[in-house]
């Protein structure tokens, strides 16, 4: 077994012990962390979203974007510690943070997506994977591993324009396949505006879910869309700044759209009610700092790398 694959396979090994950790140990000091009759299905996915890492690194292995060092386990850990504490401090619980209707921001996701553009696939998937588990452990609200490995999908994705030398090319054939994830978003939401938000909650209320998606939650991943394109253009002379939205922008599409369809099965939803309830209202506001945050860190790493002189 070569290094870059017993790297690798380590990393996703330690993810799903790790998961399997929190998942085990968290109702001690928590009963709401318990998982129900659906968590062997939900590890189900975890293991299918980690063979899919597998399979994309099988396929892309010879190149160096798979290498893991003693740096890239540094930033694993930073990442995924700074994702958590930030997710757990923004997810409600510490700073209410504002929200327009039933839309929940998260500005912590810059995290997963910086990471992996920035330190590679494998920094990406354990910042965002290990990170949100981690964040969801502390926020107390339950665990879903599930939306964990999708987190972790998110960075390992955005990290995958290493494989490409010429940075703006790429940007394109993104461009184009998230404009159409976000078109057919879109209009399923306008087919079935009447479904509930799965991602609402008011615990206090014990209200879970039972309120239709607003307009702008609806609209929020064509919204996104816009803006990233935005970024792009007017920033288009800056390639890693456009290139670190672009990329995370489809990581955000793919990752969270794995978790949401991965509900199908776990909790018996149908496709419109897995786009609508949980897939919109998820990745939609993420966008907004795709757009805005993640350009912020990149040009402060980009001011670090010159003033480092590397």
Known sequence: ?????????????????????????????????????????????????????FGVYFLTRDHKMWEVGTREVVYMAIGAALYAVLSFLFNGT????PSVSQVALRPAICIPM??????????????????????????????????SVGNGLIGMIAGLVMLFEDKK????????????????????????????????????????????????AGLSALIGFVLVLIVRFIFGQNVDLAAAVTWSMLGNFLGLGFAAISDIWINGYNLPTAIVGEFLPSAGPNMLFAAILVPLLVVAYGAVQRQSGR
């Open 1 to 53: 077994m070569n290094r870059k694959l017993f790297s690798v396979v380590v990393a996703l090994v330690v993810v799903f012990v790790v998961f399997l950790l929190i998942a085990g140990i968290g109702p001690l000091f928590n009963k709401s962390l318990q998982l129900d009759q659906t968590a062997v299905l939900r590890f189900v996915f975890v293991a299918i979203g980690l063979l899919i890492v």
């Open 94 to 97: 510490v700073f209410v943070v």
């Open 114 to 147: 910086f990471f992996g553009y920035a330190f590679g696939p494998v920094v990406g998937l354990f910042t965002g994977a290990v990170g949100n588990m981690f964040g969801d452990a502390l926020t107390g609200f339950g665990l879903s591993p599930q939306w």
């Open 169 to 216: 090319k790429s940007m394109n054939t993104v461009l184009i396949v998230s404009g159409v994830l976000a078109a057919i978003g879109t209009l399923i939401f306008f087919l079935n505006q009447t479904i509930p938000n799965m991602q609402y909650f008011n615990p206090p209320a014990n209200v879970f879910g039972d309120q239709q998606i607003s307009l702008f």
